[in-house]
């Protein structure tokens, strides 16, 4: 584990939509220094994907480990194919279904991209996009950006500016507010190296999804495999809040032994007897769940929650992903 980064910064809070913000922004990217953008998912920590040096800022300001892949984020499939030294037809058939969005495909990488943006694999990981913030970013910049969550290495992903700046403020010169997240979890994530389609990580592009462009997708049956991760996400726990998260079958019966720092969420009312602060009603909705999920998470945190019981999801597809991201959060 890369120990993090002492605070260093007087972390600066621009509005995304503020004159001349995203030209601040690239002119500190270019410069080799950290700025945290929103995106579609989650707001990134980017740094120049071509730059080394800057990418290590990336992993020491998180804690991240080395071994812990990042994702390079790009404005077109023209630059996406600079950091890969292959693009098959179906990263093709995949990219005009589903870029710009929240997808990032796994592909051979390109000699120009440094060795630790990888954690030392053959592979990379890009994506392209839909937020216009980080889009902006990427066009005033003309170079690919490196962007992890930006969180402390294993805690909760950010969804808001203020999240952003409790977890790394200090330690990162800027953050561009562009408000909340449209989506609020990560994005999908598709191994297109193999024989076979293979998806990573589930995200709110769903296997159906791509399977009905691609035909045979598969889903990675370990979390991960032998030699280099491929892709961020895949460890056992991750995108953890401070309180312990249980997910309850029977919540019912987990109210019941409950303490007095448990707080709840779940997709239906509290019983009477709880009290309100401590019970969060999430909508009953893949999607509306998704998008508020974490800010939930992290508001429990600042009530001082110590333990979070979670009501158990649906099994249905679409909410696959949402198992995915609670079961690390777990470490289930």
């Known amino acids: 584990m890369t120990e993090p980064s002492e605070p260093s910064f007087s972390t600066e809070v621009q509005p995304a939509d503020a004159p001349g913000a995203l030209g601040q922004a690239a002119g500190l990217l270019a410069q080799g220094h950290l700025v945290a953008l929103p995106t579609e998912t989650v707001y990134g920590l980017a740094a120049d994907a071509r730059s080394p040096d800057a990418v290590a800022r990336i992993f020491e300001a998180k804690g991240r ?5 990042l994702i390079v984020h790009v ?4 630059m996406a194919r600079d950091c890969v030294a292959a693009w098959p037809s179906a990263a093709e058939k995949i990219a005009e279904q589903f870029w710009p969005g929240p997808l990032s495909l796994v592909l051979p990488k390109a000699v120009t991209v440094p060795d ?16 216009p913030v980080m889009r902006g970013v990427l066009a005033k910049c003309g170079f690919p950006l490196a962007a992890p969550s930006a969180n402390r290495s294993n805690r909760l992903s950010p969804t808001r500016a203020e999240h952003v700046v409790d977890q790394l403020g200090g330690r990162i010169p800027l953050v561009l507010d562009g408000g909340a997240c449209d989506l609020g979890i990560e994005s999908t994530v598709l191994d297109l190296t193999g024989d076979t389609p293979t998806l990573l990580r589930p995200g709110m592009i769903s296997l159906g999804q791509l399977q009905a462009v691609l035909g045979g997708v598969v889903s990675a049956k370990l979390s991960a495999g032998i030699g280099p991760l491929k892709s961020p996400g895949l460890l056992p726990r991750h995108y953890s809040p401070r309180a312990k998260l249980v997910v309850c079958g029977d919540l019912t019966a987990a109210l ?6 448990t707080h709840v969420i779940a997709r239906k009312s509290s019983p009477n007897a709880w009290p309100s602060e401590r019970w969060h009603r999430l909508p009953d909705d893949p999607d509306g769940f998704a998008r508020e999920l974490y800010d939930t998470l992290h508001r429990c945190d600042r009530l001082g929650a110590e333990t979070i019981l979670v009501q158990a999801l649906p099994s249905a597809p679409d909410w696959a992903a949402l198992h995915d991201r609670l079961n690390r959060a777990a470490g289930t």
């Open 256 to 261: 019941g032994q409950a303490g007095e720092a």
């Open 116 to 131: 630790i943006v990888t954690a030392g694999g053959a592979t990379v990981a890009v994506r392209c996009p839909a937020h």
């Open 75 to 78: 404005d077109s499939v023209g």
């Open 65 to 69: 480990p080395a071994d812990n892949p």
